[in-house]
């Protein structure tokens, strides 16, 4: 099982591993209830929680910032540099602060080159979506 943050593939690959899990506790069970001869009959029921993707972009944005508020924070957070990360920051790109913006910017440049292929295309769709917002560029006293 791989570690790190989960995505919604991860999140379907643990949920049927828990069914799996849960099915064989059953069985084993009503092994134990058969040789104990009980007469309660054995029931199986298995929920599994869908995570809240809001807290978890929401975690993931606080975790990004607290990484990257420091100085030369970018060059050690390309460790932590995900797809999954990658996905749920562009949404919340703008409401970053500046610094942390832009050290996250400088993250993805120092990236290793297969790395950097992998993020290709979470790193496009942040360039198509924000070349500068206009309320920034139009900000008094704003210059180029």
Not at 72 to 92: C, D, G, H, N
Not at 112 to 132: F, S, V
Request: glycine share 4%; with cysteine.
């Amino acid at each position: 099982m791989q570690t790190g943050l989960c995505s919604s593939e991860r999140a379907a690959i643990c949920n049927a591993e828990l069914e799996v899990a849960a099915r064989t506790v059953f069985r084993t069970l009503q092994a134990f209830a058969a040789s104990t001869h009980s007469e309660q009959p054995l029931r199986l029921v298995v929920q599994v929680a869908t995570p809240d993707t809001a807290a978890m972009n929401r975690d993931l944005a606080h975790y990004a910032t607290s990484k990257l508020q420091g100085d030369w924070s970018a060059l050690a957070f390309t460790k932590s540099l995900t797809r999954e990360m990658l996905q749920s920051l562009i949404p919340r790109f703008e409401k970053l602060d500046p610094l942390v913006r832009v050290r996250l910017l400088l993250a993805a440049l120092m990236l290793p080159p297969a790395q950097r292929e992998e993020l290709l295309p979470e790193l496009q769709a942040r360039a198509r979506t924000g070349r500068g917002s206009s309320a920034e560029l139009e900000a008094p006293g704003a210059t180029l």
